[in-house]
């Protein structure tokens, strides 16, 4: 492989680990944007998306990228659940009962995961494990070329969905001007436990793709993932759709530049230094606006 | 409102009993009183975090162990009387604060006579200040980095290390690859014995991955192998995502991958690098990774690959230890109903030495159980040890084990691989083979 190969390889890993962090920081970023909360059990979401796949899989052998429908819609139900009877009670009543909150069901999540599945490590096996396609100088697992296009898929039916739809305008109005909606008849509660849902369900959708690629779960994946989410949108502006997008491209890709050129040990590094310069030059993040 | 706050609060109680429901149910058999005729062992595992497949089967062996000890009667101490072994254990969480506090409860709060355990380590180093600190006598029995023993910063005189360190596993290794695997390419590709051969690695960025990254290059440095490191990557511990590192390594064209991970790590890594990567090679692994849920995990990847090993949950060596090993799976599945690893092995070894420790003894006084392990010279008991008999070496207190090397073979039926015994000449049972899709490397 020469030199300009290896570059567009180690790109293409960057590209699918962005995806996983896309999807994964938008549903952060749609929760944040609407309800304006912090919500630090947003990996664990991506987990039991993980372990909802897996368990469908083992038990039916259905095609696991069609699970993803499966998992998303049930993180919708325990996304609204979770809303309903945790945030919304706590909605407002400062950012530290949030924070505590948040700290609070990982604990329920993490150890109810592993008192339901267990807490050794899993993996699945794709039904298209093994078959490349050539793309160029490269010769890329048909996995991830599935893993990109869904990830491309998921993000511009959302695109539709929140430009197109009535709810999905009222969920850009609440997150614009909550008390503005409220007054132009919006149902903000109603838009609160769907923004919740939908931000759930992207984790889901992130989970089993996690899951799809061959990567091992427990359930303790979701712990870093999360941060790196929330790392995401700060990095690309607290609120913003396309910063997300950006921001975990550009992780995606600045992690794995980093292992490569720097060592494994950098890859989590280069994260928050690129946070940290960013910060520094743009106190918004890329596509925040001021008095975000 | 009034109820919405009533559920939250409801609701934290419960996250607070779940967390501590895993720690609860593996602690049951624990108890306060230092009652008359029982022997308090404290039993470090990871029973949760990554590293938690590993930790079940040390905790389980150990249950195994002392059912055994118990069942013939316990150990008797000075005075005639016979004691009971009583295990308690401590859940390290797979982290260094973890281990701290297990280690912390085992010893202030339950008064353990002796420790046997610790896996990783990062996580066991980080609590020996502890144990020099109260100086009660652990026999480690995971954690397999050299400087368990041997740093300098503390005082190690109470730790006991029944666990090859990665500098004894990370040469025979070395030497393997040396007399059996590159002959192999050589032949191969009708190159002559002054071909170099072209070794990467990829090992955890931690003192156990160091550590066999250390052993690889000074093996060849100090025996001047014909062995060319071509690439070295690391990576932190708990990675599952491989694809960088290893397309670095297929660029640098090695003859073969040494992993030094444990098998939550490796399995994947094997995985990506035939399936993602195209790295069609021969892999090494250390022998924390012969674990049942390594070969599930691997399925037809692990075709061809290489376990250092001391004990497999599907193979065993013919001599002396075939019958028990054999009575111990057997007994661990019974109680279990799955296999144990090789971790588990060594901490079943480790309730035998420390009921032997304690019975050389007389007592349970810790100086005297600690004096009693620097004199030990007992039966090898599960485990193949150098001339049959477990003992520590006086300089670092090491025990001193017969290691081997398996190649896994694909078992289409039941869609794992198995391991066959390919060296040292005196225990294999079968030749080592280059696989038919193997690629040697290239400069």
Redesign the interface.
């Given at each position: 492989?020469d030199n300009l190969g290896?570059f567009l390889?180690?790109l293409f890993?960057g590209l699918?680990?962005g995806c996983i962090y896309i999807l994964l920081a938008t549903g952060l970023n749609l929760i944040f944007g609407v309800m304006k909360i912090v919500n630090f059990a947003h990996g664990e979401f991506l987990m039991i998306g993980a372990y909802i796949t897996a368990t469908v899989f083992f038990l039916t052998g259905i095609n696991p990228y069609l699970i993803i429908l499966v998992s998303m819609l049930a993180l919708i139900g325990i996304g609204a659940v979770v809303e309903r009877?945790?945030f919304?009670?706590?909605l407002g009543t400062g950012k530290l009962n949030e924070i505590?909150?948040s700290i609070?069901?990982i604990?329920?999540f993490q150890?109810?995961a592993?008192?339901i599945w267990g807490?050794?490590?899993q993996?699945v096996?794709s039904p298209y494990?093994?078959i490349?396609v050539p793309l160029g100088p490269l010769?890329v697992?048909l996995d991830?070329i599935i893993i990109v296009a869904l990830t491309a898929m998921i993000l511009i039916a959302l695109y539709l969905f929140l430009k197109k739809t009535k709810t999905g305008m009222e969920m850009r109005a609440t997150s614009q001007n909550r008390k503005g909606a409220m007054l132009v008849g919006i149902d903000v509660e109603r838009i609160d436990v769907i923004s919740f849902g939908l931000g759930c369900a992207l984790a889901a959708a992130a989970g089993t793709l996690w899951v799809v690629s061959?990567?091992?779960?427990?359930p303790?994946?979701g712990s870093m993932p999360a941060v790196k989410a929330f790392t995401i949108i700060i990095l690309g502006g607290l609120g913003s759709i396309p910063g997300a997008i950006i921001g975990g491209l550009l992780m995606g890709i600045a992690e794995?530049g980093a292992?490569?050129l720097l060592?494994?040990?950098w890859?989590?590094a280069v994260s928050f230094i690129i946070l940290i310069v960013v910060l520094v030059i743009r106190p918004t993040g890329l596509f925040g606006e001021k008095g975000d | 409102m009034k109820y919405q706050v009533l559920f939250i609060a409801v609701l934290l109680i419960m996250a607070a009993l779940i967390a501590g429901c895993t720690q609860q149910a593996a602690t049951q058999q624990q108890t306060t009183s230092a009652s008359q005729g029982v022997i308090k062992v404290g039993v470090i595992a990871s029973l949760t975090g990554p590293a938690s497949n590993v930790g079940t089967s040390m905790w389980q062996s150990a249950q195994v162990a002392a059912d055994k000890i118990n069942a013939g009667g316990g150990v008797t101490l000075k005075d005639g009387s016979k004691a009971q072994i009583k295990l308690i254990v401590g859940d390290d969480e797979s982290t260094q604060a973890g281990g701290q506090d297990a280690a912390t409860k085992l010893i202030t709060d339950d008064n353990v006579d002796i420790l046997v355990g610790g896996y990783s380590s990062a996580v066991t180093s980080a609590y020996e200040q502890t144990i020099a600190e109260y100086k009660v006598p652990y026999i480690v029995t995971g954690a397999s980095s050299p400087i368990i023993t041997h740093r300098t910063d503390i005082d190690t005189s109470y730790i006991f290390h029944h666990c090859p360190t990665t500098d004894t596993y990370g040469q025979y290794t070395t030497q393997f690859i040396d007399q059996v695997i590159r002959p192999a390419v050589n032949g191969k590709l009708n190159a002559s014995d002054a071909r170099p051969f072209r070794l990467a690695l990829l090992y955890q960025d931690t003192a156990f991955g160091k550590g066999i990254q250390t052993a690889v290059n000074n093996t060849i440095t100090k025996n001047n192998l014909n062995i060319v490191l071509v690439s070295q990557q690391s990576f932190k511990m708990g990675e599952s995502d491989f694809r960088t590192q290893l397309t670095a390594i297929k660029a640098a064209n090695p003859d073969a991958l040494y992993l030094g991970a444990f098998p939550n790590e490796g399995a994947p890594a094997i995985t990506q690098a035939r399936r993602d990567i195209g790295l069609n090679t021969i892999f090494l692994s250390p022998e924390n990774n012969d674990n049942a849920q390594f070969y599930k995990d691997l399925g037809q990847y692990g075709e061809g690959s290489i376990i250092e090993s001391r004990f497999s949950p599907y193979t065993a060596p013919t001599g002396p230890v075939t019958v028990d090993q054999a009575a111990f799976k057997q007994a661990y599945f019974a109680k279990f109903g799955t296999y144990p690893d090789m971790m588990g092995a060594s901490t079943y070894d480790g309730v035998f030495i420390a009921a032997q420790a304690i019975g050389n003894a007389g007592t349970t006084d810790k100086a005297a159980v600690k004096q009693a392990l620097v004199n030990l010279n007992m039966p090898q008991v599960i485990e193949a040890m150098k001339n049959q008999t477990i003992s520590f070496s006086p300089d670092f207190r090491e025990s001193s084990f017969d290691l081997w090397m398996e190649q896994l073979s694909y078992n289409v039926t039941i869609g794992e691989t198995r391991p066959s015994i390919v060296w040292p000449d005196n225990l294999k049972t079968t030749d080592f083979a280059l696989p038919s899709w193997y690629t040697a490397g290239s400069a």
């Open positions: 492989m290896i390889q180690i890993w699918y680990a009877l945790c919304r009670p706590i505590f909150l609070g069901l604990y329920i150890n109810g592993a008192m807490d050794s490590w993996s096996r494990d093994g490349t010769s697992p991830y061959g990567q091992v779960f427990n303790y994946i794995n292992a490569f060592g494994g040990i890859k989590d | -």
